[in-house]
């Protein structure tokens, strides 16, 4: 495997189930040219008895871009890493860090942490078969479980059967008695171990995840670690991304404004339905927070997520979410 570059892994847009689809990723690549962005989890199952292009499909503007997967089958992650390599993604990564129901029983994600030697093997499987970089993304612990000693055994097994880059989510993942959503909020964060590994594993890339939101935390966690990966706070407030290229990779060209982007989303809301007959409101609820803190926007928003309006085409619901912001920005005044 050719090693790329480490700023490749400088900022990222984490995988996040039932958000970072295809058009979303559209959307954040109008905003940053460097940032890596990651797929939705795509389970080894869907890959074997699901539709491959449905799953797969993904924006030619869309790179550097990278395939997440869930599964813990040797064989089957081979199989779904070499396809994601022919589908053209720029990175396969493992998730070792989901604490839902679902995936635990399907003996993946968070679980997998207490079987390095199982992610161990699913690693080696798919760098056995790729050229593109293998990673792993994962929890500093599970359940009680609060040792440092545990989540740095984990990445030593891990690295041994050649993994070299490591995104941590800085918190433990509770197995029982917390949904998803709570695991992302009430473990606490404890960045100092995401830390301590780029020190015990200096030649190693380590990225950092968790409750991060704004660009002064970023700068900060670059002070500690290789890279820093962003959620939640990239979807509620995409135009945040749209400084990460001049702060980040000393690249300082030109911004679109709030407006172009929205346009070339409308753009974009017709393209697709011509290719494969999806519906305008399926890419704009992805938008929906480009007006975050803005005049005008709580209208804005409105017009895009009002059901009301299926039937239009985008752009006359574009001209009508252009009125509704200029009448909110009017009230504002």
């Known amino acids: 495997m050719q090693f790329p570059e480490p700023q490749r892994w400088r900022l990222s ?10 058009h979303c990723r559209y959307l954040h690549r109008l905003l940053t040219r460097h940032t890596l962005l990651y797929t939705e989890m795509v389970t080894t199952g869907a890959l074997r008895h699901g539709s491959v292009q449905r799953h ?18 040797a064989a089957d992650l081979a199989h779904a890493a070499k ?10 990564n493992l998730n070792c860090g989901c604490p839902s129901d679902r995936v635990q029983r399907g003996a993946f994600g968070a679980c997998l942490m207490n079987e390095p030697l199982t992610v ?24 009680r479980i609060e040792s ?37 909020e009430i473990p606490p964060l404890r960045y100092e171990l995401a830390y301590q590994l780029k020190k015990d594993f200096p030649g190693l890339l380590i990225a950092v995840n968790g409750g991060i939101k704004t660009n002064e935390e970023i700068a900060q966690h670059l002070q500690h670690a290789d890279g ?40 974009y809301m017709e393209r697709a339905f011509a290719e494969d007959g999806c519906p305008w409101y399926a890419i704009a609820r992805h938008m ?15 017009v895009w997520s009002d059901h009301k309006l299926k039937p239009l085409p985008p752009r006359e619901v574009w001209q009508l979410a252009r009125a509704a912001l200029a009448r909110g920005a009017v009230v504002s005044d």
């Open 148 to 184: 440092y000693d545990f989540v740095r055994d984990f990445v030593g097994t891990v690295s041994e059967a050649g993994c070299k880059v490591f995104i941590v989510h800085a918190r433990n993942a509770w197995l029982d008695g917390l949904s998803p959503k709570e695991n992302r």
């Open 56 to 73: 797969l499909r993904f924006n030619a503007e869309e790179h550097p871009v990278a395939l997440q997967l869930g599964g813990s089958d």
């Open 120 to 143: 161990a093997d699913g690693v080696k499987a798919m760098l056995d078969v790729v050229d593109v970089p293998v990673t792993v993304k994962h929890r500093i612990g599970i359940d």
């Open 13 to 22: 847009v984490a995988p996040m189930m039932d958000w970072s689809d295809r």
């Open 288 to 302: 929906l927070g480009l007006y975050h803190g803005q005049r005008g926007g709580r209208l804005w928003r409105q």
């Open 228 to 267: 820093v990966m962003i959620g939640r706070e990239a979807y509620y407030n995409p135009w945040l991304l749209g400084g990460w290229d001049a702060a980040f990779y000393g690249d300082a060209h030109e911004v679109p404004s709030r407006e172009a982007v929205e346009e070339a989303m409308v753009a």
């Open 83 to 92: 396809l994601g390599q022919e589908w053209g993604y720029d990175e396969i």
